[in-house]
């Protein structure tokens, strides 16, 4: 961790999203509202989502191990890029880890996602861009890129857990790419160790863009995901749905009255009357 105004913008940064990640533990409302979501961004395009839902978290320990990245690794990245530097990787990051989970997940308007893991892994790849030489959980800073990348890679290709590893990749390369234009001299001295990295990750990453047949991804963050023909038919069914919930509530209203209906009856019928 940094000291003085770099100190501060850091835990700027994880109070912030502490604060906005308890409100989402708190008000399921409030977390659906700016979670990042395909149909949300693509249909919508409530493009506030990309940097938003970067601020939630599914719970404690997602949010806890992610701000422990942030103190751990942005004092090295501040020292580096100084504090502007730190905020632009972080947050380019973020955004770049949503833009390639949009674009692998376009025709599954269904996929959500929430965490600062895509800003977080930027901001540890641009330290091992700017120095290779970094010790990381006792590894080299080289080594320890390209095994998370591997097991990054498979773990995509498994689907083994509910983990958005494609925002990880995304926001990995982001980062270094960052860092790199901020410190162009990197390339030079440290492009074995680019190569090493960034090699693998952009192959795998224009496989699951071309390719996506290979691998039915259907994960992250206990979404059950369901085979759609298009966004729009995710859309039309979703839209059936809310309809069918808002008559049932009408219908509630008219046989006992408005005090019969529960405080998510209420919001539902509130927000359904904002569109």
């Given at each position: ?61 997602h949010l806890i191990f992610n701000m422990l990245g942030v103190y751990f690794f942005a004092g090295l990245l501040i020292g580096q890029l100084d504090w502007y530097g730190f905020l632009l990787v972080y ?89 790199i234009a901020l410190q162009p001299a990197a390339l030079f001295e440290n492009y074995i160790t680019i190569l090493i990295i960034s090699v693998p990750t952009l192959a795998f990453i224009y496989l699951i ?67």
């Open positions: 961790m940094g000291t003085g105004l770099s100190g501060i913008i850091s835990w700027i940064v994880i109070i912030v999203t502490g604060v906005v990640s308890y409100q989402g533990f708190k008000n399921h409302f409030f977390f659906e509202k700016y979670e990042f979501g395909v149909e949300k961004v693509r249909l919508y395009r409530d493009y506030k989502r990309l940097v938003t839902s970067g601020f939630l978290h599914v719970n404690w320990m947050f380019a990051s973020m955004v770049g880890g949503n833009l390639l989970s949009l674009l692998i997940y376009k025709n599954q308007g269904d996929y959500t996602s929430v965490g600062a893991s895509g800003a977080v892994n930027g901001g540890i790849f641009a330290v091992i861009a700017l120095d290779p030489g970094i010790r990381i959980f006792f590894l080299p800073g080289w080594l320890f890129g390209l095994l998370y990348i591997g097991l990054t890679i498979y773990g995509v290709r498994s689907k083994r857990d509910n983990i958005g590893h494609e925002a990880h990749l995304g926001g990995a390369m982001i980062g270094m790419l960052v860092a863009i071309t390719r996506p047949h290979l691998l039915l991804i259907d994960n992250l963050f206990f979404n059950t995901h369901k085979n759609y023909y298009s966004v729009d038919h995710k859309y039309n069914e979703s839209k059936f749905n809310q309809q069918q919930e808002i008559d049932r509530i009408l219908d509630k209203i008219s046989k006992r009255g408005m005090n019969s209906l529960s405080q998510k009856e209420k919001q539902m019928l509130k927000e359904y009357s904002k569109k």
